[in-house]
Structures are given as structure tokens and as C-alpha cells.
T-cell receptor, first 111, second 116 residues
């Protein structure tokens, strides 16, 4: 079952914050986040394992609520380089390798 | 190598032709994945290898799709009798973790397949 991401698109000014959500109807074991710029490969941002942890990477952090089967990606003080499409990938723990990705959230940061 | 490489980067095939797409993962990476990405959508899982063993091929759309990784490194995705709906970007990713879904996946640049 494909996770659902929201919103589908966000437009920000430099320095503004954004939150991207990823929800699943199935129990999750892990959630991972990637950013893909147009015509390029997805680049790994972070992975969260079940346990409700929160992780941070500079001004990008994420949380994982396993009870709600949701993850959120927080981008603070956005920079122009944050523009791209953000995908969440989920793994249910019942299958060692299969990751299911959402359809992405397109983030545009303007000067 | 420095990263995951894929070849060719672009492939145009006439309907009915067979194609072979190659993936060179990062040296030492145990897990290897193939994804299909349609325009405006997220990567869709095709198949997964742990070393040379194909542990999951549930995402392959039909029996025209076949993937192999005979020596546990380079992988080839073969599509027989291509059809227009096969047009997409095919992404390969590798991971150090044997349980690939639980760790960082490094993606290659993809092969853009256009079937005319």
C-alpha cells in the first residue's frame, strides 16, 4: 500500500519553514526520506525506525509516530537548495527489502 | 566506485524490441533494488537482491521483465518485447545493509526508456 504524502506542493520564500507529511494505512517498521531534483537521482536524507524517534540533519528533521503510522519532515529556515521533490519510503518489516514510496511533495523555495 | 552507475542513460526502443539495462552498485553493497519511476510519481518497487539472491520480485509488472545479479555485484534488468507503457525512468539503488529497507539507499542516475 502506497503511503500518502501531503501537501502535494509547497511554495516558500527563503527562510520560511515547511512540514511534509507521510501517512500509511499499514503498520510501518521504518520510514525514509529522499529529495530528488529534476532529472537527478533521489538523495537520501534520513531514516527513522519504529520507536517514535526524531532525527535531525542541519535544519531538516523528521519524526515517526508508529501508532499513527505517520512521519513528518520538518524544514526550517528553508534555503534555495531545498527546492526539489521530497519522497517518503516506507518498509513494513514483513519483507526485508521492499520499500514503497509516496508520490512526492514538490517544494519550491523562492528568493 | 564513487557511486551507483547505470547504463545506458537514455534508451529509445521500438515496440517489440528487447532491452537490457545495467546497474553497477557501490562496491561491497549487499542489497540492490530496481525501481520504475513514471513522470511525476515516486519510485515504484520492481525487485530486490541480497547479494546474488533475488529475494523479492513482486513488483515486476509482467513476465516480460527479468532481473539478474549473477555474481552479487552488477545487475541487469531485461525487458522483452517492450511496450509503450514500459516507457519510464528505471532507477537502481544499492545499500550496505543486508536488510535493505532499513538503511540508506544510494540511487543511480537512472535509465530513461522511451518506447516508440
Amino acid at each position: 500500500q502506497q503511503p500518502v504524502q501531503s501537501p502535494q506542493a509547497v511554495i516558500l520564500r527563503e527562510g520560511e519553514d515547511a512540514v511534509i507529511n507521510c501517512s500509511s494505512s499499514k503498520a510501518l517498521y521504518s520510514v525514509h526520506w529522499y529529495r530528488q531534483k529534476h532529472g537527478e537521482a533521489p538523495v537520501f536524507l534520513m531514516i527513522l525506525l519504529k520507536g517514535g524517534e526524531q532525527k535531525g540533519h542541519e535544519k531538516i528533521s523528521a519524526s515517526f509516530n508508529e501508532k499513527k503510522q505517520q512521519s513528518s519532515l520538518y524544514l526550517t529556515a528553508s534555503q534555495l537548495s531545498y527546492s526539489g521533490t521530497y519522497f517518503c519510503g516506507t518498509e513494513r518489516g514483513t519483507n526485508a527489502g521492499k520499500s514503497t514510496f509516496g508520490d512526492g511533495t514538490t517544494l519550491t523555495v523562492k528568493p | 566506485g564513487a557511486g551507483v552507475s547505470q547504463s545506458p542513460r537514455y534508451k529509445v526502443a521500438k515496440r517489440g524490441q528487447d532491452v537490457a539495462l545495467r546497474c553497477d552498485p557501490i562496491s561491497g553493497h549487499v542489497s540492490l533494488f530496481w525501481y520504475q519511476q513514471a513522470l511525476g510519481q515516486g519510485p515504484e518497487f520492481l525487485t530486490y537482491f541480497q547479494n546474488e539472491a533475488q529475494l523479492d520480485k513482486s513488483g515486476l509488472p509482467s513476465d516480460r521483465f527479468f532481473a539478474e545479479r549473477p555474481e552479487g555485484s552488477v545487475s541487469t534488468l531485461k525487458i522483452q518485447r517492450t511496450q509503450q507503457e514500459d516507457s519510464a525512468v528505471y532507477l537502481c539503488a544499492s545499500s550496505l545493509n543486508p536488510r535493505g529497507g532499513l538503511s540508506e539507499q544510494y540511487f543511480g542516475p537512472g535509465t530513461r526508456l522511451t518506447v516508440t
